[in-house]
Nanobody, 127 residues
Framework: QVQLVESGGGLVQAGGSLRLSCAPS????????MGWFRQAPGKEREFVSA????????YYADSVKGRFAISGDNAKNTVVLQMNSLRPADTAVYYC????????????????????WGQGTQVTVSS
């Protein structure tokens, strides 16, 4: 069982930045991808960003493209989400996830392909 631990959430004014980090709590085997999803109050959880290790490709939802940047360390199974130019619409609980399913390489936005999830970290952007 893999446990993922997120950190870095908080309260920030619109236009500000936050940096989210995610790391496993213990030793883990290599996965195919790690991603970030978010869930705003009253809404379904949605894809934000992902990185696939085989090609080091990164993926972003249209709503965050150009503002967020994902990076990570494949050997350590850690991932960071740098969030800039934050907007009130970015307010949500952000979840880190890891996938051991090879299909995620072709569908990194697909939530069901992620096997392990963190507990979530709250990001609140005030206007």
């Amino acid at each position: 069982q893999v446990q993922l631990v997120e950190s870095g959430g908080g309260l920030v004014q619109a236009g500000g930045s936050l940096r989210l980090s995610c790391a496993p709590s213990g030793r883990t085997s290599s996965n195919y991808a790690m991603g970030w999803f978010r869930q705003a109050p009253g809404k379904e959880r949605e894809f934000v960003s992902a990185i696939t290790w085989s090609s080091s490709r990164t993926y972003y939802a249209d709503s965050v493209k150009g503002r967020f940047a994902i990076s990570g360390d494949n050997a350590k199974n850690t991932v960071v989400l740098q969030m800039n130019s934050l907007r009130p619409a970015d307010t949500a609980v952000y979840y880190c996830a890891a996938s051991y399913d090879v299909r995620v390489i072709y569908q990194p936005h697909r939530e069901s392909l992620y096997d392990y999830w963190g507990q979530g970290t709250q990001v609140t952007v005030s206007s």
